[in-house]
């Protein structure tokens, strides 16, 4: 097995340096034969280094081994007057502000000639607040280890022939009712080509990463998706405390449209979907399962591009004889006029009940301390009422199972460069939940308004500063409170990503 040696260039500018500085500057310069002999000297300490190290696993890399490297290096600034996932909003809110970082690195390794079988891993560091004393005492003792080093991602993977992909291992998942898929990316070597940031249910761009084994592929013009997933691990895979995800994804490409449909069955054996988060919560159950089964379409027409979907969800608890059927609804418009801008228009509806008679409830796969009012992701068009890349670390939680409560919403947005490496981006957005609110029997959620602005500095450094205000809705007004107050969020994001 041929192996190669990278660091040589070092080695010889070291080399270069330590045998020059022995000689003085007159006799290097004035005296060529002088420095030829240095010269040949040096060839030769190569050459016994080369010879010696010919046998050592040090600094080589096999000739056959091909390595993948990106990443993704953030600093984010935030300051609001409203806290993470507030389910309340008082008449006078208090302000407060942060700076943050979090750098994630990918590699893939994985066969040079025929790329069939590989490894890929993410390493994640953060979030880190600045001035908490994590990167290093400075006014008060070490709180110990506390950088948050993770392995975010980490699988297995093999081609198998040309269009089939098997991964093993822990690995980004997102159902297929976001955005319109994109088949002919490589989906191996940037993060981004394999998230979704419209996925509903569950969003691996919000760290739905879960271990598991998935399978996706295509014949032609049809393409799958299919996979298991541990989501809660007990006693056994199949025992108490588990949660098995099962999912089955097909689209067919017709022209210049895109039909699909989706299945996904979750059994849990208990506390994952039922017992912690999202509402409404059930208590010492003893078993539960929910089926998700719906279908979507993408149609392109010159500059204008529409989608929707139905989603049909039916639940059971077993252990309080509980059940619900909620359903939710999506249409969008896209007109991409380029030099104009780019219009987007968005409708999305589910169902949802305040009581546990004829529950209505539409529910999502996520069910976290991240997701607890129910999956959480980029869907929305807004920015302070629901996640929002630059500004993720700071929102109302919304989402389509909101509380149990279920939404309905109605947004725009506008997207258009004014320089070269400038863009501006306006979302503006109607909420109210479909079922009020059991603490005040109260729909509104409120009206925000949301402007951002891109700078791309350099090809992989970008700056975002962007800011939303809400006009709030009785949604948000405490039992025996006034009105809640308005709410507004600044922010910038200064990113390298490659």
Not at 417 to 424: S, T, V
């Amino acid at each position: 097995m041929k192996k190669r040696v990278f660091p040589y260039s070092i080695l010889a500018f070291a080399f270069l340096i330590s045998s020059l500085r022995g000689a003085s500057p007159s006799k290097s310069i004035t005296n060529p034969s002088s420095l030829e002999k240095r010269l040949r000297s040096l060839e030769e300490e190569l050459a016994k280094f080369k010879s010696n190290v010919s046998d050592m696993n040090f600094f080589l890399i096999p000739s056959w081994l091909a390595v993948g490297l990106g990443g993704q290096y953030r600093v984010m600034g935030n300051s609001s007057n409203f806290d993470w996932h507030s389910k309340s909003i008082s008449k006078k809110q208090p302000s407060s502000s942060f700076i943050n970082q979090r750098f994630r690195t990918w590699l893939n390794l994985h066969e040079k000639k025929k790329q069939r079988v590989g490894v890929y891993l993410q390493l994640e560091i953060g979030h880190n607040m600045w001035g908490d004393d994590t990167e290093a005492p400075k006014t008060h003792l070490a709180n110990g280890n506390e950088v948050g080093l993770e392995l975010r991602r980490g699988f297995l993977w093999l081609k198998i022939e040309k269009q089939h992909l098997l991964r093993v291992g822990i690995q980004a998942w997102h159902d297929r009712f976001g955005e319109r898929p994109d088949f002919k990316k490589n989906w191996l070597f940037s993060v981004d080509h394999y998230d979704s940031s419209g996925a509903i249910l569950a969003n691996s761009i919000w760290d739905f990463n879960v271990g598991g084994i998935s399978l996706t592929g295509s014949f032609g013009k049809a393409h799958y998706r299919t996979g298991w997933f541990l989501l809660g691990m007990g006693t056994t895979f199949t025992g108490d405390n588990s949660a098995n995800l099962l999912s089955l994804d097909m689209d067919m490409e017709i022209g210049a449209h895109l039909l699909g449909g989706s299945v996904y069955y979750l059994l849990d054996r208990g506390d994952y979907s039922y017992g912690n988060f999202g509402g409404p919560k059930v208590s010492n159950y003893d078993h539960s399962w929910d089926l998700w089964t719906g279908i979507r379409a993408h149609f392109s027409f010159f500059v204008f591009h529409l989608s929707f979907f139905v989603i049909y969800n039916h639940g059971e608890v077993a252990g309080a004889s509980y059940q619900h059927d909620g359903w939710a609804l999506k249409s969008a418009l896209k007109v991409d006029l380029r030099k104009v801008g780019k219009f987007r228009f968005q409708t999305l509806y589910s169902t949802g009940s305040k009581g546990r008679e004829g529950e209505k409830s539409f529910r999502t796969i996520a069910q976290s301390e991240r997701d607890d009012l129910g999956s959480q992701g980029y869907w929305s068009f807004l920015g302070l009422t629901s996640p929002w890349g630059p500004s993720d670390v700071k929102d109302l939680g919304v989402g389509l199972q909101n509380q149990g409560l279920g939404l309905l919403t109605i947004q725009i947005s506008y997207e258009r460069a004014l320089l070269q490496n400038l863009r501006a981006y306006l979302g503006l957005g109607w909420l109210q939940s479909a079922a009020s609110n059991p603490i005040n029997d109260k729909k509104d959620m409120g009206f925000e308004t949301f402007f951002e602005l891109s700078w791309n500095i350099y090809e992989m450094l970008s700056l975002k500063i962007g800011s939303s205000y809400l006009i709030t809705g009785n949604f948000y007004k405490t039992p025996n409170g006034g009105n809640p107050d308005d709410l507004w969020e600044s922010y910038f994001r200064l990113q390298m990503e490659f």
